[in-house]
């Protein structure tokens, strides 16, 4: 069987997660393909960067002839940056029209071109709305050549107008008096009936000029009900819950959990990589403060950064909260007594990070697969008891408050650094999240899907 999996977004998470779907694909007699919009990728599986050529790039090298090798090197090159040119195009349309995942077609009718010349007999979407690709272009190829589709929603992009993720509150919403509203529900609602108005447009992907949600929830409703041999993945039972009152709801929904590859996460033994990982984010000033870790992709309007500098400030001198995924920005308005590092994509690092906390704190669903990867690590974990997160844990190995009830949150994270979980009740939670157990559940979903 061939498989193409197709992520469009930097979401490192997802990326590691369709990696290792690949890896299992491989190892038990097929052939997968990675194909992202952005960088890194991994090494040590076949990938093709969206916009850029299949193979081109190892063809050249491998040959004998300098002057081919060149040439090709410097194609590949222009491609890259032809590749990256389009990306920041499509993001900046979209920032005025309220369009992501609609432009960048030239790019898209590339990639598919390339894609074609793989043969894919099943295709494995995952995030789309990473202002790489033309959605449309991408659903109508699939349309026509009639190709088996697993689709995993990572998060509620698919059937919603706009937003990524539909819970209130918006932005200020540190502390429940901050709501902008107390007669909103806590979950938006309009993506069961129809988008209109959106009171998130100001979110990833982010539009700050044209509210065009309703056209976009009526065109992905057009095209992604068009697809005849669709079946959609979620991590989690919420989101399933949700899928089942959305325009989707006549396809069927498998719960596959997120995974965690515990061959790659795993306390850090090494002194050398733990003492790079220290030196390199700052750890050694933290001096006698315990760690409280916060990790994700990004930090944009709905991530709860400044949730973070509210419990900094209420935890005081004895801890410092840590954040992963900033800005040099967001780095440089940190209030003093916070660390600041930039997204982390090295696994290794990550496990040092882990180890070297006291505690995980996961505020965003979009960051859920955080969760397992920190105790995988022995690390104990608090999150908001919202949407999927709670799925994850048990008293065991962390704890869930209220979101953003900072009061609540430096009352947990006091009472775990002060009584840890022990580690290896951690690491066997993780283990319920292990690769080998979701791989083999997708491989099954794709048998069933091609009939082989």
Same mark, same amino acid.
């Given at each position: ?22 890896r299992?694909?491989?190892?038990a007699?097929?052939?997968? &393909? ?10 040590d599986?076949?990938?093709?960067r ?37 990306r920041?195009?499509?993001? =900046?349309?979209? &920032? ?84 902008? @509203? ?6 938006c ?17 982010a ?13 992905? $409703? ?18 399933s ?17 997120g ?26 000033? &933290? ?8 990790a994700?992709?990004? $930090? ?21 909260? #840590? ?21 982390v ?6 496990? #040092?990070?882990?180890? #070297?906390? @006291? ?30 997160l ?10 869930a ?7 609540a ?12 979980? @022990?580690?290896?009740a ?24 091609? =009939?082989?």
């Amino acid at each position: 069987m061939r498989i193409a999996h197709i992520h469009g977004t930097d979401n490192q998470t997802i990326t590691r997660f369709a990696a290792d779907l690949c890896r299992h694909a491989a190892a038990a007699g097929h052939k997968a &393909l990675l194909c992202c919009g952005y960088d890194p990728v991994p090494g040590d599986i076949p990938c093709l960067r969206i916009g850029e050529t299949l193979l081109s790039p190892m063809e050249y090298r491998a040959a004998r002839n300098p002057l081919r090798r060149g040439i090709g090197s410097l194609l590949a090159k222009g491609r890259s940056i032809g590749a990256a040119a389009g990306r920041l195009m499509h993001r =900046g349309f979209s &920032l005025v029209t309220d369009r992501c995942g609609f432009y960048s077609s030239h790019t898209t009718r590339h990639f598919l071109r390339q894609l074609d010349k793989f043969q894919p007999d099943l295709v494995h979407l995952h995030s789309l709305h990473g202002c790489c690709l033309n959605v449309p272009l991408v659903i109508d190829y699939l349309r026509e050549r009639d190709i088996p589709v697993v689709w995993t929603l990572h998060d509620n992009w698919a059937y919603t107008g706009h937003c990524v993720r539909n819970s209130y509150p918006i932005k200020p919403y540190l502390r429940p008096q901050d709501a902008p @509203d107390a007669s909103l529900p806590a979950i938006c609602t309009q993506w069961q009936k129809g988008c209109e108005s959106c009171p998130m447009k100001h979110t990833h992907p982010a539009s700050y000029v044209l509210d065009q949600c309703n056209k976009n929830y009526l065109e992905k $409703w057009t095209l992604f009900t068009s697809l005849r041999r669709l079946a959609l993945a979620s991590p989690s039972r919420c989101c399933s819950n949700e899928v089942k009152q959305s325009f989707l709801s006549a396809y069927p929904v498998h719960t596959l959990p997120g995974m965690v590859n515990l061959r790659a996460f795993t306390p850090c033994g090494d002194e050398q990589t733990m003492q790079r990982t220290v030196e390199r984010y700052h750890l050694d000033l &933290l001096e006698d403060r315990r760690l409280v870790l916060c990790a994700a992709d990004r $930090w944009d309007g709905q991530n709860s950064l400044d949730d973070l500098k509210a419990l900094a400030k209420v935890l005081g001198s004895e801890y410092c909260v #840590a954040a992963t995924g900033l800005t040099g920005r967001q780095i440089r308005s940190l209030p003093e007594g916070m660390l600041g590092m930039p997204a982390v994509t090295d696994p290794a690092e990550m496990c #040092a990070l882990y180890t #070297a906390a @006291d505690l995980l704190l996961c505020t965003d669903p979009l960051s859920a697969a955080r969760l397992p990867e920190a105790m995988a690590c022995g690390t104990q974990v608090l999150c908001y008891d919202t949407a999927a997160l709670p799925e994850y844990i048990t008293s065991r190995c962390g704890a869930a408050v209220p979101p953003g009830d900072i009061a609540a949150a430096a009352h947990t994270v006091r009472k775990l650094c002060t009584v840890p979980k @022990d580690p290896m009740a951690c690491m066997e939670q993780a283990a319920q999240y292990r690769s080998e157990r979701c791989c083999e559940g997708y491989l099954a979903l794709y048998r069933r899907m091609t =009939g082989r």
